[in-house]
């Protein structure tokens, strides 16, 4: 029993923790990255291509009705970004070509609602992954991503709308791949996170990768007694 005290002491600390990053102003100096190498664990703001004619918008927080994610407009000088709004900023973690978006100001993660095209877009509290099939250097430039890791769902940017969400067509530069500005001196700073587990039941974790959770992350940790 002093065991699983000790574990809903650490749990509350957690909360705490998270609580306290998510509460953090991400601003500073967002650069331009151009290619998959350079996409690792960090603070991003996702972009329109710049192939497009409306390409300096950016992903926002929020899905309207119809499940898309308008673009909200951003200012880009010399291939970076100042100070964004906090809703624009996505804490990405990066584990083996699988990518998750998390919004560091709704805690919310990007992911595919539906298979419908021009729609099926939403958050979720639950960690999803996404695919990146590849960054195009030639026109339309940018990160291409795969929803729920189906080839045929991308997403992204429709430049006569002005809105994000899942297409089946190929890209081009009004059905627009992503570009991806990544706060400077952003790294992945992971926490060791122990699980003492108790006598009389099991503790299991959700959120950690390898024993280690990166700062903003939340973890669910759930006591079962045998």
């Known amino acids: 029993m002093k065991k699983l005290k000790l574990f809903f002491a650490l749990f509350a600390m957690l909360a705490l923790g998270v609580g306290n990053a998510w509460a953090e102003t991400y601003t500073g100096t967002f650069s331009k990255i151009t290619s998959v ?30 499940k898309r994610i308008d673009g909200v407009s951003i200012t880009i000088t010399n291939d970076n970004i100042t100070n964004p709004d906090n809703k624009l900023v996505y804490y990405i973690t990066v584990n083996n070509n699988k990518y998750t978006f998390q919004n560091v100001s709704t805690s919310q993660y990007l992911y595919q609602s539906g298979t419908t095209s021009g729609k099926g877009m939403g958050f979720t509290s639950t960690s999803t992954e996404i695919t990146c099939a590849g960054y195009n250097s030639a026109s339309p430039i940018g990160f291409k991503f795969t929803l729920n890791g189906n080839s045929n769902n991308f ?72």
């Open 155 to 226: 997403f992204k940017w429709n430049n006569s709308s002005k809105w994000f969400a899942n297409y089946a067509k190929d890209y081009s530069t009004t059905m627009a791949p992503v570009r991806l500005y990544k706060l400077k001196g952003s790294t992945e700073p992971a926490y060791s996170v122990t699980l003492n587990q108790p006598a009389n039941g099991t503790i299991s974790a959700e959120g950690l990768t390898d024993g280690k959770a990166a700062e903003g992350t939340i973890v669910k940790l759930t006591a079962t007694p045998n």
């Open 37 to 66: 190498a350079e996409l690792t664990t960090g603070y991003y703001v996702v972009v329109a291509s710049e192939s497009a004619s409306n390409k300096n918008y950016a992903v926002g927080s929020t899905v309207n009705t119809n």
